[in-house]
C-alpha cells in the first residue's frame, strides 16, 4: 500500500509537467489544431469541369462542329477523373490530371485562417497548354457562382499562383479587387511585388490590371515538394512559398453591379485544372484570430 500511495502523486506530477511542455509549445506557436482537408474520397470537396480548351479559345463559349454552344460538364459529375486520390506510404495524394478545366471547391467556407498544402508536378500537359508554363493555382473568398471569369470554369475569388516559374504571383478572378505591396510597371511589363514598396491596386479596371508577380521564385525542383502557406486575416492575406514571403496583400473586396467596393473576407477555396497534371498533400486549415507580431509589420 505505501508503495501504491507513492507511485499515484508521481504519476500526476508527470502528467502536469507534459501539460505545461505542450502549453509552452503552444504559446510559442509550434504546436497547431489543423483541420485536415484530404481523404481518400475527397469527402471536404465539390468537383467543377468546365471545357477542354483549345489554343485560340477567347472567353466566349466554346462550340461544337454545328456551331452550337457547348454546355459546361459541371458540379460533381462521376464520369470524368481529373480528381483522384491514391496511397503513397502514409500520405493521401490527389491527383489532378489537367485535362479539362476547372476545380475542386471546399465544401466549407473559410475566414481568417492559415491554410496549407504540398504540391509538384506531374508530366502531362493538354491542349490549351501544350506549348505553355504548367499551371495551376488556390483561389481564396470564393463567393458565388462558378464559371463567372475569362475561362468559364472558377467562382470570383483572389488567387496565389501555382506555376512553374510563378507560384506566389497574384491574379483578380472576375471582379475581385486587392491592394498589393508592388512596384508600379512600365509600358508593358507587370508589376512586381515586393516589402519596400507602396500598396498599388490591381483589379480588372486598375490602371496596373489585375496581375501581380511574386517578389521572387522560390520553387523547387520539378520532382520535389513545395509547401505554400495562405495566411488570410481580416482584408489581409500572405502568399508564402517554401517558407518565403512572396506577396504583401490587403483591402480584399469586390467590385459590385453598383461599381461599389464590397469587402470580400472569407468563401470557400478553389484548387484549380488547368491543362496540367499536379499532385496535392497535406492540405489542411487551421483557424487564426491574428496576425503575428512580424507579420503585421508588414502592413
Request: with cysteine; net charge negative; glycine share 6%.
Amino acid at each position: 500500500m505505501k508503495m501504491y500511495k507513492i507511485i499515484i502523486p508521481l504519476f500526476f506530477l508527470l502528467i502536469s509537467c507534459s501539460q505545461k511542455k505542450k502549453d509552452v509549445k503552444q504559446n510559442l506557436g509550434e504546436v497547431y489544431e489543423w483541420e485536415e482537408l484530404i481523404d481518400e474520397d475527397l469527402n471536404n470537396w465539390d468537383t467543377y469541369l468546365s471545357y477542354k480548351h483549345q489554343p485560340g479559345y477567347d472567353g466566349s463559349v466554346p462550340k461544337n462542329d454545328k456551331g452550337e454552344d457547348i454546355e459546361p460538364i459541371g458540379l460533381n459529375d462521376t464520369l470524368y477523373n481529373v480528381f483522384t486520390t491514391f496511397q503513397e506510404g502514409e500520405d493521401v495524394l490527389i491527383r489532378n490530371t489537367g485535362e479539362y478545366y476547372g476545380c475542386l471547391i471546399t465544401k466549407k467556407e473559410y475566414e481568417n485562417y492559415h491554410f496549407q498544402l504540398k504540391y509538384k508536378w506531374g508530366d502531362k500537359k493538354w491542349a490549351y497548354r501544350k506549348n505553355l508554363l504548367k499551371d495551376s493555382g488556390i483561389l481564396y473568398h470564393s463567393v458565388g457562382p462558378m464559371a463567372v471569369e475569362y475561362w468559364r470554369s472558377w467562382m470570383l475569388s483572389q488567387e496565389f499562383q501555382i506555376m512553374e516559374g510563378h507560384t506566389g504571383d497574384f491574379w483578380s478572378q472576375a471582379n475581385s479587387a486587392i491592394d498589393i505591396r508592388a512596384y508600379k510597371p512600365e509600358s508593358v511589363l507587370d508589376p512586381m511585388a515586393h516589402e519596400s514598396q507602396d500598396f498599388i491596386t490591381l483589379s480588372m479596371n486598375s490602371p496596373y490590371r489585375n496581375y501581380c508577380l511574386r517578389s521572387g521564385n522560390y520553387e523547387k525542383p520539378h520532382d520535389e515538394w513545395n509547401t505554400l502557406d495562405l495566411y488570410c486575416f481580416e482584408d489581409k492575406s500572405l502568399h508564402v512559398v517554401n517558407g518565403e514571403i512572396v506577396m504583401i496583400l490587403k483591402n480584399s473586396r469586390y467590385i459590385d453591379e453598383q461599381n461599389q467596393d464590397v469587402p470580400l473576407t472569407k468563401g470557400k477555396i478553389q484548387l484549380q485544372s488547368e491543362a496540367a497534371e499536379i499532385f496535392f498533400k497535406d492540405i489542411k486549415i487551421r483557424k487564426i484570430d491574428s496576425l503575428t507580431q512580424e507579420q503585421s509589420k508588414l502592413f
